[in-house]
């Protein structure tokens, strides 16, 4: 065997280490470029390589466009606010608990594992004008028959494709900060609790401070997963608007492939405002190593 | 002064504890809620409006499931665990390694390299697969159980890299340098004293990961393009419409099988005796 001197074995560690992940990001990068360029009219493959903005242009000028972009931005806001709330709540309030193991495998495992679409489909069986919810309404004299009820699919709201995520992503949320939370009230809240703060000042003062690099990380998360999932909105979803993504899948899909171009342009406005995201995360990112030093 | 102060708060603690366990008991009733509607509906048969319960019972979903027309749900749901467990393994040797090469070394990129790890979080996996497929169709690997592990692998990375990078950071290369130092090779300083301290983290990964590849519908669809069958892309067009027993069957074979490799996941984390750590579980 070749006799590598130690120096430079310490040198190239870390980039033998680095490449089966860089192998990965490259395939992941070239995928997304490769479809951005798509939606400038670049196909190599079918041998058009001139650059156009018409797919951007048309996309923009549609007029159900806006509107998606809309809905698909209130879906994931309101679903991101409000699983950060609750995934906080749930965080704080299990921490104080001290809850048993079980407990803690019900609560966020569960909703962990189980595939999205099938929490769709409870939520169908539950809110669909003959689901469970209004027959419960009817043996209480609200509602006398299936028809009375706003079904939940197609409901312009959201508010199905809401608690869907909701169900999945508060449980997420409290993942990723109920062992900083736990750490914490061990050391800082008892401290903070034998010099007399009373719980709630200890909490919004101490706890929630620290664990502010995860909640934002944990917002970036489920904000881009529900903008960007199709799935929910795919299931749940009204005929118009239609979510980002659905509309992107249904150009795609169309049986002429220049109309890829279309759907990748659709795709690339999609990355463009997750990318804005991205730089915001990444300025949070740099604050807080400054901090840390 | 101090000591009745820290009663009072002992005591105030005392106080506010019901409405934790009540907050909490009713969030465990919120999960299991969907899951008894899935599981109920999975055995109903007839079930009319405005009925609470169903008339009838039968297996007729699971058995559809289970051993459908042409008998391959056994087969499909074999393939599907395969998969999700080859992602689970690949994807875990990936993070731990990017994670190494990032909490103990110094070197040039390196904060370039573990901003762009975490990107695949902030880009949605739809954009992602429409990108991708034409690129994996002229690779030869579209319509392969190769190409869908690596597409697999690629979304589940940063989540498993951000799981691995607390694990690494945490264990620190101390004892390792000591038996480096005592003249113990890279290897054998690595397993036996890294190693057993980044368990937790790699079972963690790994069953993220899994969780994962299993419930990956979109991605599985456009890369296996139909012909690499896999739970998830069987199940959707039932639960699109149709029949409803169906779906509510499939679902619940789902949940059960991600449930049962997720309690082996935990029975080998108390086997080798690392319960200490495993609240990264949660």
Redesign the interface.
Known sequence: MLKIPRKTR??I???A??L???V??F??????????F?GFGI?P?LGRIEFTLDYYIEAFTRSDLSSSIVYSLYLSAVSAVLAIIGGV??SA??T??R?S?L??L?????????????????????FTG?G?F???L??LGIVS??NTFVSVVGASSGWGIILVYL?KEI?FV??CT??IM?NISDSLGEAA??L?A??LKTFFTVTLPLCKGAIVKAF??VF??A?????VP??LGPTLPKAM?VL??IE?QDPDIIN?CY??AL?GI??LI??L??LV??IV?QRERKGRM | M?AS??A??RR??RN??PF??L??AI??L??????S??AV?ACADRWQ????LPEEFSMRGIEEVLFSSNGQGLAVMGQSIAIAFAVAVLTT???A??A???C????VG?NA?S???V??????????A???Q??FI?AGIARTVFGVI?AH??CA?PYA?TIMIDVTRAAGTRLEDAARTLGAGPLRSFVSTTLPALMPGILSSISMSY?LS??Q??LTLLIGGGAVRTF?TV??PY??GGD?TI??AY?IS??LA??VV?LIFEWLLRRFGLGKR?????
Not at chain 2, 278 to 282: E, F, N
């Open positions: 310490r040198a560690a870390p980039y280490l680095a089966p992940g860089a990965l990001l395939i992941f990068f070239y995928g997304v470029i490769n479809g951005v798509q196909m493959f709540a749930i309030v299990m104080r608990a809850t193991r407990t803690r019900v609560n966020i495992q569960i909703p962990i594992m189980t595939m999205h679409s099938l929490v769709a489909l409870a939520v169908i069986c539950l003959s469970l209004p027959r419960l009817y043996h028959d299936p169900w449980p409290a993942f109920v062992t736990a609790a034998t007399g009373n719980p970036l998360i881009t997963f903008f960007g999932s199709y799935e795919f299931l993504p992107a899948y795609f890829r759907a990748m795709n999609m990355v997750c990318s995201f991205a995360y990444f990112l | 101090a102060n820290a009072a708060t105030k603690k506010g504890k934790s366990k907050f909490v969030h465990v919120i999960v299991l809620l969907p899951i509607v899935i509906w409006w405005p009925l609470l040797i990936v993070a390694m990017a190494r090469a990032i103990n070394y110094t070197w390196r390299y901003f762009l790890l990107v695949p979080f902030l880009i949605p996996t739809t954009v992602f429409m990108g991708v034409v690129l002229h690596l692998s690629i990375l890299v969780i299993f419930s519908y979109f998830a199940m959707f639960l699109s409803r779906a509510a679902g789902f949940i991600t449930f997720f495993t609240d990264l579980y949660g």
